[in-house]
């Protein structure tokens, strides 16, 4: 079962305009995601996260969202730039049993966003 | 560079034999992962260590794979006898408590001839 869901494959945006990206997630258990970014040939690099404690999280260009009630996420890049270009992947941490957290972390399938010049 | 090593970054091997990936996690991160990543999908949990205690193996880890972390720092993931179905992305990250991010390297591409 696909606990973390990106139905987008792919996004193309211009230039300049804001890139959204889409992440729905069924465990209401999970109360920390994030967002992770990769190129081709590179591991994923880490970009920004969310508490379940909030709704918005801000670092520079980019701004995640989280709508607890509709188990939704989103990723707002303002403005995009060519070398925004990637895969986007959301993830939530797992949550343990009992005390114990392991801090695995659930991917969705991914984003292809492409930013055009 | 302090990031997280992957060895080697791609490997190809014939059907039945064995294979050993090697992972040098951020030195003061005492949480070690492996993932498993296939074409269009993301990363999917294999197993993971704190210090030298390995806590959790995913379902989809099967008896032909073993991973270690003796002292806590490095970790080696073998897999023995090894199948087409292997052929994969595996991914080592680490990171210093639970709800901290993870770091991850560029991987080891296993290709299965």
């Known amino acids: 079962d696909q606990q973390v869901k990106q139905n987008s494959p792919s996004l193309s945006v211009q230039e300049g305009r804001i890139s959204i990206l889409n992440c729905d997630y069924t465990?209401?258990?999970?109360?920390?995601f994030l967002w992770y970014k990769k190129y081709p040939a590179e591991g994923p690099t880490f970009l920004i996260s969310?508490?379940?404690?909030?709704d918005k999280n801000e670092d520079g260009r980019f701004t995640v969202f989280l709508n607890k009630s509709a188990k939704h996420l989103s990723l707002h890049i303002v403005p995009s730039q060519p070398g925004d270009s990637a895969v986007y992947f959301c993830a939530a941490i797992a949550p343990g049993v009992g005390s114990s957290n392991t801090g695995k972390l659930i991917f969705g399938q991914g984003t292809t966003l492409q930013v055009k010049p | 560079d302090t990031g997280v090593s992957q060895d080697p970054r791609h490997k190809i091997t014939k059907r039945g034999q064995n294979v050993t990936f090697r992972c040098d996690p951020i030195s003061e991160h005492n949480r070690l992962y492996w993932y498993r990543q296939t074409l269009g999908q993301g990363p999917e949990f294999l197993t993971y260590f704190q210090n030298e205690a390995q806590l959790e193996k995913s379902r989809l880890l099967s008896d032909r794979f073993s991973a270690e972390r003796p002292k806590g720092s490095f970790s080696t993931l073998e897999i023995q006898r090894t199948e087409q179905g292997d052929s994969a992305m595996y991914l080592c990250?680490?990171?210093?408590?639970?709800?901290?991010?993870?770091?991850f390297g560029d991987g080891t591409r296993l290709s299965i001839l």
């Open positions: 969310i508490s379940s404690i909030k």
């Open positions: 990250a680490s990171s210093v408590g639970s709800n901290q991010p993870q770091h």
């Open positions: 465990n209401s258990m999970f109360d920390y």
